[in-house]
């Protein structure tokens, strides 16, 4: 089985732009992604895939491996999809560019994870703390009693109108066989997709099941410059 680890990275974000270029303790967000995921025993190749010279230089100065993947592309998946179409891999690994505590033995599980398992798609999540409940930038999953999400959304969910005192949030990382990930690519971006903002929820709608594994790690995604300074700081004080 051939595994390859790929981190799309994009200098235009609605959010926060130049993210990917954003320091973290005088490292660019995209050198923590890239170093944290690069030595993991199960890939076979790890490269970013971006559009933009900025990153691209970035990625180059640092010693790391990079791609120019131009195109008008809907998200990181499709950005992938393009970039793998042509390429001998089995499984794919999408590794956000905000996820800059990301490391290889957490990437490790989750690819043994998804081989173990034979999945079409697999992705990690943790439980949230009580500041991430109510954010609508941290992502949220319910799930079945085997482990395959049922619904991912920016909102509170389940509702908790009982005795509901645990929430679990999603973290930026998806893995995918071959297969899987071309059928993503030939799907048009799905009703609910287009309404969260959410690229993953294109898979449930069309039937596509996704794996969950969790992680105890502490995990701190990127979407705005507060976060920067949560990630900081967690470094600082671990």
Not at 15 to 34: C, D, H, Q, T
Not at 83 to 91: E, I, L, P, S, T
Not at 98 to 113: A, G, H, Q, V
Request: charged share 30%; with cysteine.
């Amino acid at each position: 089985m051939k595994t390859a680890i790929l981190i799309p990275a994009r200098f235009q974000s609605s959010r926060f732009k130049g993210k990917p270029l954003a320091k973290i303790l005088n490292k660019s967000m995209i050198e923590w992604v890239y170093k944290g995921v690069c030595e993991a025993q199960y890939a076979d190749f790890t490269a970013v895939l971006t559009d933009d010279m900025r990153i691209f230089n970035e990625v180059k100065n640092f010693g790391g491996n990079v791609f120019m993947v131009k195109g008008n592309f809907q998200s990181g998946t499709d950005r992938i999809a393009h970039f793998v179409k042509d390429k001998d891999y089995d499984y794919i690994v999408n590794m956000q560019g905000d996820e800059p505590l990301m490391d290889s033995k957490t990437i490790d599980r989750l690819i043994n994870f998804a081989l173990m398992q034979k999945c079409e798609m697999a992705t990690l999540s943790s439980e949230c703390k009580e500041d991430e409940i109510d954010d609508p930038n941290i992502v949220k999953i319910v799930t079945d009693t085997d482990n395959n999400a049922l619904y991912f959304s920016r909102s509170k969910i389940p509702f908790n109108r009982g005795k509901c005192n645990k929430f679990i949030k999603h973290i930026g990382i998806y893995i995918y066989s071959k297969e899987t990930l071309m059928k993503l690519y030939t799907l048009k971006p799905s009703i609910l997709e287009k309404c969260e903002k959410l690229e993953q929820l294109r898979a449930l709608e069309n039937g596509i099941k996704i794996k969950v594994c969790t992680t105890n790690r502490v995990l701190i995604g990127v979407d705005t410059k507060d976060d920067l300074v949560k990630v900081e700081n967690y470094l600082k004080n671990p």
